[in-house]
């Protein structure tokens, strides 16, 4: 029997609508999806939307997409979805597969999944760690989840919060970085507008560049730095006492480091 046929997106907000928006993309059918949500204005054409856990049909496999602060709250009133016969896929930030096992004690299998919000156009990484699996049930998990960008299983959950860091939380500094590049360009002089758009192409090429090369990003780098010429004076700037590279180590310890306190609020709740 196929596994992870129709899926329950439990809380379908800023990531879950990403994931969903993705698949369907991707080609899958809505049939596939149920959302439950309680206050989520619409669901794609053709995907159900239920608002209370007493009208979810059947399913094989449940996606939290709720906040992890909710866990306490919420866990309680979806006990009846999580049976024997369904397994558990959670997005939620720091908690880690232990604390999804004892909120839902009766579930095949828990596995933690970490995308990022490219899902919408299939170009997230998508990180997974599992417990409970069977053997054809892994690719299966990861076939789901590929249809969105590129899964890949971490089997050490220690490095799960910095991956996250990395992966889920990515994208918020890369948009950041964008920002900062074009606002420095406009105290610099250039035209906002000019700068916004001049800024935004020029990572989508590089990142897009990097992408297809046969080399490193740091060795591209330094192809874009002419000998003797104007990129390696910029370049020192950032390199100086390893300043951006020390400013991104901050960056992530900090994101991770709210996983992990996450992670312990959820181990406390009843
Ligand atoms: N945003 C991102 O880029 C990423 C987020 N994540 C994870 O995804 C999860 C969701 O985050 P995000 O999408 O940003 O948050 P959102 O607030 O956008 O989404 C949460 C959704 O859950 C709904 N919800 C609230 N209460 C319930 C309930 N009782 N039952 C069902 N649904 C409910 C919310 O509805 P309402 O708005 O009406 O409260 C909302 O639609 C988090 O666990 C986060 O860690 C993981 C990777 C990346
Ligand atoms: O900010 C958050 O907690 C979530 C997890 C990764 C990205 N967004």
């Given at each position: 029997m196929p596994h992870f046929e129709k899926m329950l997106i439990i809380g379908c907000g800023n990531m879950g609508g990403a994931m969903l928006a993705g698949w369907l993309a991707a080609g899958?059918?809505?049939?596939r999806f149920t959302v439950l949500d309680p206050q989520l204005d619409a669901a794609p054409e053709g995907v159900e939307l239920i608002?209370?856990?007493?009208?979810a049909g059947s399913h094989d496999c449940v996606l939290l997409?709720?906040?992890?602060?909710q866990l306490g709250a919420i866990a309680p009133g979806i006990q009846s979805l999580t049976g024997p016969e369904v397994t558990v896929f959670s997005?939620?930030?720091?908690?880690?597969r232990a604390t999804l096992r004892d909120a839902?004690?009766?579930?095949h299998a828990h596995v933690r999944v970490m995308p990022n919000l490219a899902s919408r156009i299939g170009k997230s990484p998508v990180i997974l760690c599992e417990s409970g699996l069977t053997e054809s049930e892994k690719p299966a998990a990861l076939d789901v989840f590929g249809k969105l960008g590129t899964a890949l299983w971490l089997?050490?959950?220690?490095k799960f919060d910095i991956v996250t860091a990395l992966a889920g939380s990515g994208p918020g500094f890369v948009y950041r970085f964008i920002d900062a590049l074009a606002s420095a360009a406009v105290s610099l002089g250039v035209e906002p507008d000019m700068a916004d758009s001049l800024a935004l192409a020029t990572v989508e090429g590089s990142a897009a560049l990097a992408a297809g090369a046969d080399i490193s990003p740091g060795e591209l780098a330094d192809r874009v730095?002419?000998?003797?010429?104007?990129t390696r004076e910029g370049l020192n700037i950032l390199d100086a006492d390893n300043a951006l590279k020390n400013l991104l180590v901050e960056t992530l310890r900090a994101t991770a480091d709210k996983g992990a306190e996450l992670g312990r609020g959820a181990a406390k709740q009843p």
């Open positions: 899958e059918s809505a049939a608002r209370d856990a007493s009208e997409g709720f906040k992890p602060q997005l939620l930030a720091g908690l880690d839902f004690p009766a579930a089997d050490d959950e220690r730095a002419s000998p003797g010429g104007m």
